[in-house]
Structures are given as C-alpha cells and as structure tokens.
C-alpha cells in the first residue's frame, strides 16, 4: 500500500510540474554598424525583448555588418519580437541561417 501511495504522489507531482518551455537559439544579421555606440545600441534593443540573451557576436565580411547568435525562451518572446526590436532602433536587421555568415 506505501508503494501505491508512493506511486501516486510521484505521477501526480509530475503531472502537475508546469512544462518547461524550449529555449531556441537563431542568428540575426544587423546592418549599418558604423560607430562603436551602434553594436552597445542593437545589444540594449534585444535585451529589452522578454528572455534574450546574446551568447555570441561576429563581425561581417562587409564594413557595419555583423551577425548576433541569440538565445531566448519561446513561451515568452519570438524571432520577429527581437527582429522588430533592433529594427525599431533604425538597424537593418534578418534572420540568416548559420551557413550565411
């Protein structure tokens, strides 16, 4: 009998544990990246978007351009939230994929 009691409390705690959302990881190309304050600028914009976190920036081939690796929780935000974001700043900014950088 303990171990139905035992049973059941571990079904009934997991059945109530919320689920976890998934995190999802994209690369957003930005443009126009011409002084030091711009890349400080795009960074504050995504920050402000629920759940974003910059894991990593690369410097592209082409003088102003870059590429941000982002990470956020899809229950709280979505790529176009952290693309309107940076573009609502006055930067050109796009999903690429990862081959494009």
């Known amino acids: 009998m303990k171990s139905l009691h035992l049973a059941l409390a571990?079904?009934?705690?997991?059945?109530?544990?919320?689920?976890?959302?998934?995190?999802?990881r994209i690369n957003i190309g930005v443009g126009e990246l011409t002084c030091p304050t711009c890349s400080y600028t795009v960074a504050?914009?995504?920050r402000g978007v629920p759940s974003v976190e910059i894991i990593d920036f690369m410097e592209g081939?082409?003088?102003?351009t870059g590429?941000?690796?982002?990470?956020?929780?899809?229950?709280?935000?979505?790529?176009?939230?952290?693309?309107e974001a940076i573009r609502a700043t006055g930067y050109s900014a796009d999903i690429v994929e990862s081959g494009d950088f």
């Open 10 to 24: 571990v079904v009934g705690t997991l059945a109530a544990s919320p689920a976890s959302a998934a995190e999802q």
């Open 44 to 46: 504050a914009a995504m």
């Open 61 to 64: 081939e082409e003088f102003g």
């Open 67 to 83: 590429t941000y690796i982002v990470a956020f929780d899809d229950e709280a935000a979505d790529q176009d939230m952290i693309v």
